[in-house]
């Protein structure tokens, strides 16, 4: 229960410092030492610290500008993996010794040990669920951070933040914060792009869906050869009556041309180079960090406190939590529709060259503007992101 988690917050974080301590550092002769290859772009350095021998990361020059050249070349919109990999395969680069494949480049971009971390980033992996063991005035916008697998956790720290433990380090990351967060959060919305590209009968897969019952519609194709869109909870049990016989390729025809409208008509999202400047996203941080502040004063007002009282601050507890996750859904959503100027002009691009472009450039284009697509017998309902 969270207000058993409440009560014993500030033991909690003493048991994660140490487990922290237990896992990474082992004690010898010497002292406590580091264990591990260091990641690449750093190697490691002895050094004394409060009287104590043991190693620090320290920029390797020569690989540390690979990495913030990985970064620059990620940040880009229209970049991917396979661009990045080939692009040093050509150049003969290699990586501790192997050409650089897509999963070492997936954990390169994801690893905090390479931001220079503020609040920003505090801000980000709080917002995850991830358990932070250093201060916040510790988030100084000059050092990285070590993301360590948490005991408890469900997942990897490489799919899922929640329940992991992360600690600002004592060595100066490589790249700011703001393009290493840039970078993550494409990460993460390539990743639910690719999810929703498994159909490759229409272009608005994954977006258009049933009026009547919501579910998803698809595209199913015929004896004469054309395709027609049908529920799938139609399909599964009967139990809705369906949009009736709508072929995909009058919907695709429609919506094409609602998107040429869109655009015609000088409507444009609200877009943000730097998605942490977004007024919403802001607004957002902010009453997110008045619930923290909030359960931190009702947490010091337990020691002491009589039964009503307590059930009070459990009850005020579970509210804040509440509010909490859904301030976590919106900017989940924000994050979704975000879109850079860049996007934007590709987008126009390909809506002016529409027959010429593939089908996964059509998806790109459909995604950025529309969020979903619901089809009532006769008619097409558009909800677009902006």
């Given amino acids: 229960m969270l207000n058993i988690c409440i009560v014993f917050a500030q033991l909690e974080r003493e048991t994660i410092q140490k487990r922290v301590s237990d896992a990474y550092y082992s004690r010898s002769q010497k002292g406590f030492r580091m264990g591990g290859k260091p990641p690449y772009g750093y190697r490691l350095e002895e050094i004394l610290m409060e009287g104590i021998h043991t190693k620090k990361l320290v920029e390797e020059s020569g690989e540390a500008a690979i990495v913030r050249e990985i970064f620059d070349m990620y940040e880009q919109p229209d970049t991917s993996y396979g661009d990045i990999t080939r692009y040093y395969a050509e150049k003969g680069v290699q990586f501790y010794g192997k050409e650089l494949i897509r999963s070492m480049l997936a954990q390169l971009l994801r690893n905090p040990v390479y931001v220079r971390a503020d609040m920003d ?70 990743k639910t792009i690719q999810a929703n590209r498994k159909a490759v009968n229409t272009w608005l897969a994954g977006k258009v869906k049933c009026g009547n019952c919501g579910y998803a519609l698809m595209s199913i194709k015929i004896q004469s050869g054309k395709q027609y869109l049908r529920c799938t909870k139609r399909l599964n049990n009967k139990a809705c009556p369906g949009c009736g016989k709508v072929y995909t390729e009058d919907v695709e025809n429609y919506v094409y041309k609602e998107m040429v409208r869109k655009l015609r008509e000088g409507q444009s999202p609200a877009t943000y180079t730097k998605l942490n400047e977004n007024p919403q996203v802001k607004q957002i941080y902010r009453e997110i ?87 009532f017998p006769g008619s097409v309902q558009i909800q677009w992101k902006f």
């Avoid at 929640?162 to 993460?188: D, F, T, Y």
Wanted: glycine share 6%; aromatic share 8%; proline share 2%.
């Fill in 289 to 375: 960090e008045e619930m923290e502040k909030e359960i931190s004063l009702l947490v010091d007002s337990l020691a002491g406190a009589g039964e009503t009282l307590t059930d009070y601050i459990n009850q005020r507890v579970e509210e804040i939590d509440q509010m909490h996750q859904l301030k976590l859904e919106k900017l989940s959503v924000l994050a979704e529709n975000h879109a850079t100027p860049e996007q934007m002009e590709k987008v126009a691009s390909n809506i002016s060259l529409w027959g010429e472009i593939d089908f996964e450039e059509k998806r790109f284009t459909v995604d950025k503007m529309i969020r979903s697509l619901k089809v």
């Fill in 121 to 190: 980033v505090y801000r980000f992996f709080r917002s995850h669920g991830t358990n932070i063991v250093s201060s916040p005035e510790q988030f100084d916008g000059i050092h990285g951070c070590y993301l360590y697998q948490g005991r408890d956790a469900q997942t990897d720290k490489l799919q899922n933040l929640k329940g992991h433990m992360l600690v600002v380090a004592p060595h100066e990351g490589l790249v700011s914060s703001e393009q290493w967060l840039n970078c993550r959060i494409k990460l993460m919305r390539n």
